[in-house]
């Protein structure tokens, strides 16, 4: 059952650790490597673990300003909530519909991956796979993160962290192995990090690969979506968001390192191009039969982001459901768990149908990039509004904790670096490809912001007063 009166989520079930570890799990340490590292060796070479610190780097003025603005308006709705309120509710709910279709294409992501590490341990135990057992694995790893969310935070916080916990030892345990290893026979060779000839395309291959580096970092923003039902939300979001980049981006630098003096790196690029998995290499090559561990992390890895993306995805339906940007029955609570039962019941809905059918269509592996490359433009502009959003909260409704540093040159800096990855990666490179790999893309989410629009301008002239009125029930100048 839901309820028809409650509109507020279970409060201070989540914690400091919880939170970090959310976001950690979003941006999934294992993930990050498997699906990044071998693209950023075909370009950037031997500078592999800089590109991952460059990364960090262009990502911390990013996640500052969701810190700065989500420890004074903590909401579920996030990006929709601090744009509602900054700017204006039509510019809100039109980031809303962004992240309702930035999330919602996040989920389609994690069930994809779980299928393709399903059918890889299906190859090792000699079963011929085919589309019979990759829907197998949608509905084994779907009823699996429905368990959890289902339930409520306490229970999705011990799986996020436990999740957690498993993939970054068994990552790191390869790296170690393979640093060991090298240091026994001596061949490590301590100057492959600034070695610019090894680059691969010079510095145009180092931005290049960048642009993955920065991907692997996409997810942290999931915490700002749990402020609502955070312990302490003013000190506990910004400092899990900060917290969850630098623990992830520092792991990422370290492991990486360890996996480029593993093998050739034009062995690396080999893989890449006959698209392996560099990973599964190191691992055959160091643990032989070891390597199921690979796959094993890969499955639940993909299972934690899975979990944490379902979580972020039914919160933003959620908040405008209850705000009355979308029909009122996905702001309902189930009476028992207090969560958003018909938020997550539409998640999961979309899921199997822009998972199954285009798999069966155009196969696993094509599915999953198409998406990846959605997800990529959707999150820079919401990147680049959330900018605006610091500097512009502070200097209308806290003038004088206004900071010229932590809101002024942060919400610039972060506008720039954005806003130029989104011309480059989509407008340039993107555009100059085929219409199925790039311009379909680019298109979709042209086609999806112009919805966006319209369904903004058809629901104001429909209700007028849901504009008049503040988001989320937020009277944030109360909180101070």
């Not at 994690?110 to 135990?125: A, C, I, S, V």
């Not at 000699?126 to 969310?149: K, M, P, Q, R, W």
């Not at 196969?363 to 509004?385: E, N, Q, R, S």
Request: proline share 3%.
């Amino acid at each position: 059952m839901t309820d028809q009166k409650n509109t507020n989520l279970k409060s201070g079930t989540w914690g400091i650790v919880g939170v970090t570890a959310l976001g950690a799990v979003m941006m999934s340490p294992a993930l990050g490597i498997f699906g990044n590292f071998g693209p950023i060796a075909l370009t950037a070479g031997n500078t592999t673990p800089l590109i991952y610190l460059l990364a960090l780097l262009v990502t911390l003025p990013t996640a500052i300003n969701f810190a700065m603005v989500s420890k004074e308006m903590p909401s579920s709705g996030s990006a929709y909530t601090w744009l509602w309120e900054t700017t204006n509710p039509f510019i809100g709910i039109w980031i809303g519909w962004l992240l309702f279709g930035f999330f919602l294409i996040v989920v389609f992501l994690q069930p994809l991956l779980f299928g393709l590490f399903f059918n890889d341990l299906l190859r090792l135990l000699n079963v011929e796979v085919n589309y019979s057992h990759f829907v197998i694995s949608i509905v084994l790893s779907s009823l699996i993160v429905a368990f959890f969310t289902y339930r409520g935070g306490n229970v999705s916080e011990k799986g996020s962290l436990a999740d957690l916990l498993i993939q970054m030892i068994l990552v790191l345990a390869l790296a170690l192995t393979v640093i060991i290893s090298v240091i026994i026979n001596k061949n490590i060779d301590t100057a492959s990090l600034l070695s610019s000839s090894a680059s691969g395309g010079g510095l145009t291959g180092i931005s290049q690969a960048l642009i993955f580096g920065i991907l692997s970092f996409t997810g942290f923003n999931v915490i700002a979506n749990m402020a609502e039902e955070t312990k302490n939300p003013k000190k506990t979001i910004p400092r899990a968001i900060v917290l969850s980049c630098i623990i992830v981006g520092l792991y990422w630098i370290i492991v990486s390192w360890a996996y480029l003096i593993a093998i050739p790196l034009e062995q690396i690029k080999d893989a890449v191009r006959s698209d392996i998995v560099p990973v599964v290499l190191i691992a055959k090559k160091f643990w032989g039969v070891g390597d199921i561990l690979i796959i094993l992390t890969g499955l639940i890895a993909s299972l934690g982001v899975y979990l944490a993306t379902v979580l972020g995805s039914s919160r933003v339906i959620f908040a405008m459901a209850r705000d009355g940007a979308m029909t009122h029955s996905l702001g309902k609570l189930n009476t028992r768990y207090q969560t958003p039962w018909n938020s997550l019941h539409i998640t999961f809905v979309f899921t199997f149908i822009f998972v199954l059918i285009p798999a069966a269509i155009f196969g696993i592996y094509f599915t999953y990039m198409w998406w990846a490359k959605a997800v990529v433009f959707f999150i820079l502009v919401i990147y680049i509004f959330v900018s605006i959003a610091n500097p512009l909260f502070y200097y209308r409704f806290r003038k004088p904790e206004f900071s010229i540093f932590w809101n002024g040159i942060m919400g610039l800096v972060s506008l720039v670096i954005n806003g130029y990855l989104l011309y480059k990666a989509f407008f340039v490179d993107c555009w100059k490809d085929d219409w199925i790999n790039g311009k379909s893309v680019v298109v979709f989410a042209l086609f999806w912001m112009v919805t966006g629009v319209l369904y903004v301008i058809r629901l104001k002239r429909g209700s007028p007063g849901l504009f008049l009125k503040k988001a989320n029930y937020l009277d944030f100048n109360d909180n101070k």
